[in-house]
């Protein structure tokens, strides 16, 4: 299987670890496309792959071509390969915000196309992604992208009425925990721990609880009352997290995240 990527960024890299390491496809079956020769040249060393700066000799080798491109770019990008590619192949993209309809209207022609929408934990091999396609993209070419993703994290297959929900579920959520960890950090040191300590143990903690609601199957409101005590420390800190609207914050960013990410599709 021959795999085409155009743009050779962190969640490309990401991406072709990923492949690589499970032995789905080997690096010299691997083309990556990027303007930067100091990028390319480190995505070559880092992991072997054949590199060029010719996106369209990308794009006529690959049986699975993987837009891996700012948004911004995607246009450009399509206008550029648009003639190179052909309906034997699967175009793949991860390109927020560009709905595989608009994906398909730019190439002018009928394609297999898939959409992503990855997030950044892909770069440790903890990612979520959600995955869709258009009307030309079968049952058998999303079982295979979804294949591919889960070498780098989870994947699953969702309608893409619902990706401005996932956008603000998993996409942009890596945010929100870090500024959850490092406030907890900071809390830390505060009562008194050192600095160089923290990080880990607030890390960790989240890492532990995020492991215990998938291995587990059980609710999280199950999970955190078997923590809080009667008349104990949890119970106490869980009261000043409601007090201070904790849930609700958490909620109402979410919601602003999604409708943030449907008024940034309906203007492009």
């Known amino acids: 299987m021959k795999l085409g990527f155009i743009g050779c960024g962190n969640m490309a890299g990401a991406i072709m670890e990923g492949i690589i390491g499970s032995g789905i496809a080997a690096p010299s079956d691997i083309i990556g496309a990027e303007p930067s020769a100091t ?3 480190a995505v070559q060393k880092r992991l072997g792959i054949r590199v060029t700066g010719d996106n369209r000799q990308a794009a006529k080798e690959a049986e699975l071509l993987f837009l891996t491109v700012k948004p911004q770019f995607l246009g450009q990008v399509i206008d550029e390969i648009r003639d190179c590619v052909t ?6 993209s991860i390109a927020a915000g560009k709905t595989v309809s608009w994906i398909e209207e730019r190439f002018w022609k009928d394609l297999r196309i898939v959409r992503l929408m990855p997030n950044t934990p892909a770069l440790v091999g903890q990612g979520m992604t959600a995955v ?8 058998e070419d999303l079982e295979k992208v979804c294949g591919i993703c889960r070498a780098f994290g989870k994947a699953e297959i969702v309608a893409e009425r619902l990706f401005d929900a996932v956008t603000a579920l998993s996409g942009s959520s890596p945010a929100y ?12 040191v505060q009562c008194g721990m050192p600095r160089a300590q923290v990080y880990s143990f607030a890390a960790q903690a989240v890492l532990g609880s995020a492991a215990m609601v998938l291995e587990t199957g059980r609710h999280p409101g199950e999970l955190k009352d078997m923590v809080t005590s009667p008349a104990g420390t949890t119970i106490e800190a869980v009261r000043v997290l409601e007090r201070q609207g904790f849930r609700s914050a958490v909620m109402e960013a979410v919601c602003a995240c999604a409708e943030r990410s449907a008024q940034m599709r309906e203007d492009q």
């Not at 309906?87 to 793949?92: H, N, R, S, V």
Request: with cysteine; proline share 0%.
């Open 177 to 188: 925990v870090f500024m959850f960890i490092e406030a907890m950090a900071d809390a830390a």
């Open 87 to 92: 309906a034997d192949q699967l175009i793949i």
């Open 39 to 41: 990028a390319r040249d």
């Open 132 to 139: 869709c396609g258009n009307r030309f993209a079968g049952e």
